[in-house]
């Protein structure tokens, strides 16, 4: 799985992190510090996006969109200080909605989500 963290917050991109390593889904990982730098160029195709959006001002959709440029299968996991995005986000089909503060178990049951849709997608591909 190739994954982007987007996070100005250190401690929660290393626990992302080190929870993508432990369940041995990384291929690649990137962090970010910024939301605006979303549009560098990856060497891969990411397929998870965990946004840690701050404030009430972002324009969900747009991000939405701008970020899944490339692949529209890409999975986005919303972190946010309330609810605040929650509805519209269920709206967008956003893959998880995450309020803080994150815990190790809300991380964990991201990838059990993924790997359970990664599972029954292949097992229909056979």
């Known amino acids: 799985m190739n994954t982007v963290i987007i996070s100005k ?7 992302i992190t080190k929870q ?12 970010l510090l910024n939301i605006n730098d979303i549009t560098c160029h990856y060497n891969y195709i990411p397929d998870m996006f965990f946004i840690d959006l701050e404030g009430k001002n972002t324009n969900l959709q747009k991000l939405c969109s701008d970020i899944t440029i490339g692949n529209n299968n890409a999975k986005i996991v919303l972190i946010c200080s309330d609810d605040y995005y929650a509805v519209k986000a269920f709206e967008l089909g956003i893959f998880y909605y995450i309020v803080k503060p994150v815990e190790e178990k809300n991380i964990l049951k991201v990838f059990d989500k993924w790997k ?4 029954s997608n292949n097992s229909c591909n056979t």
Request: no cysteine; glycine share 0%; proline share 0%.
């Open 116 to 119: 359970m849709l990664y599972d």
């Open 20 to 31: 993508i390593k432990i369940k041995s889904l990384d291929n690649n990982v990137s962090t």
């Open 9 to 15: 917050n250190k401690e929660l991109a290393t626990e």
